[in-house]
């Protein structure tokens, strides 16, 4: 059985990008991702297979974004 591994969701991996489409579970009210330690995952951005703790701060070609909801738009705007 794999470990689970508990991160802040501002974390640079791919496990705490909007972009990765692998197996986690996101707390939006602690703001923690929580992934087993060989998780694997699609960017869809580079529509590559990457693994969930992959470290995405040297990636040129990774546009890394925040699981954090979009704030909603004020009424009136």
């Known amino acids: 059985m794999a470990e689970?591994?508990?991160l802040p969701t501002e974390v640079k991996v791919c496990a705490t990008?909007?972009?990765w489409d692998g197996e986690r579970h996101v707390d939006g009210e602690m703001k923690l991702v929580v992934v087993s330690d060989e998780c694997e995952g699609e960017c869809l951005v580079q529509e590559t297979s990457k693994p969930g703790?992959?470290?995405v701060r040297h990636e040129?070609?990774?546009?890394?974004e925040?699981?954090?909801p979009d704030t909603p738009a004020e009424k009136g705007e």
């Open 60 to 64: 040129c070609s990774c546009i890394w």
């Open 17 to 19: 990008c909007s972009y």
């Open 66 to 68: 925040d699981l954090e």
């Open 53 to 55: 703790l992959h470290d």
């Open 4 to 6: 689970k591994l508990i």
